[in-house]
């Protein structure tokens, strides 16, 4: 085997969407969940922003999690152990009608099919903001599941968040993998492609959904969601 481990990032890859319509579209909906404990709407999004950037600045002292949730309750006042039921509440069940944000992919179970055979270990590398019930809910718009894979990074287990090369690394320590035995496959040229290649991955760009940026553009492997298997089925 050429490698023996393949990342797969989740939203934009496997699963089409564009985040920022996403997220903003799915608050509301978690708003709606939780306002009952005093929340405040004008200020809820940007609360949670502020916690988003909290576990994307995470320095790796903490999990994802609780940089969340000293952020969240610091800005509003309410403690985590009186929300987060009803948010975990949301994320099993409210928050499949999130789905109108996304798109579809029927080829996603194909490519970690293909992926399966090349490699010891597929790993879905998606951005560690979510609860692991929610990585779950999204895997499953696109036919997939936990068990398809050897990983899955959430907001509990993580303690980094891309595009800090750390994240990458950290997957790779825990599957007791080295990075230049890894092949990253992603859509986001700055969170994907330069982080993962700063880690010392091997990276290939999904180009349906892709993110550019000006930053960091990336001239490396490219191709469709279809070419991306082929490419893998030639590994």
């Known amino acids: 085997m050429k490698y023996k481990a393949i990342l797969f990032d989740m939203d934009g890859t496997l699963l089409p969407m564009y985040m920022e319509e996403f997220t903003n579209g799915y608050f509301k909906y978690l708003f709606a969940k939780i306002r009952k ?3 405040n ?4 999004a940007s609360d949670m922003w502020s ?19 000293s952020t969240f309750e610091a800005r509003t006042g309410i403690p985590k152990e009186r929300i987060n ?3 975990l509440e949301f994320y099993s069940n409210e928050f499949q009608v999130a789905k109108q944000f996304t798109g579809e992919n029927p080829l996603a179970v194909n490519a970690i099919k293909a992926a399966r055979e090349k490699a010891e270990y597929v790993i879905l590398a998606t951005n560690p903001l979510f609860p692991m019930v929610a990585q779950e809910v999204r895997m499953g718009w696109v036919g997939l599941s936990p068990k398809d894979f050897d990983l899955v990074t959430s907001y509990e287990t993580d303690r980094f968040c891309k595009p800090n090369p750390a994240y990458f690394t ?3 320590e825990r599957m007791g993998v080295e990075p230049g035995e890894c092949l990253l496959i992603g859509n986001d040229e700055g969170e994907d492609m330069n982080a993962g290649k700063l ?3 091997d990276t290939y760009l999904v180009t349906n959904w892709m993110i550019p940026n000006d930053k960091h553009p990336y001239e490396g492997p490219r191709g469709s969601f279809e070419e991306m298997i082929k490419m893998l089925e030639s590994l």
């Open 37 to 39: 404990h005093g929340v």
């Open 85 to 87: 039921g009803d948010c």
């Open 41 to 44: 709407p004008e200020s809820f």
């Open 199 to 201: 880690a010392g991955l």
């Open 170 to 172: 950290s997957i790779c």
């Open 51 to 69: 916690g988003v950037a909290a576990m994307v600045g995470n320095d790796g002292s903490c999990t994802n999690e609780e940089a969340f949730w």
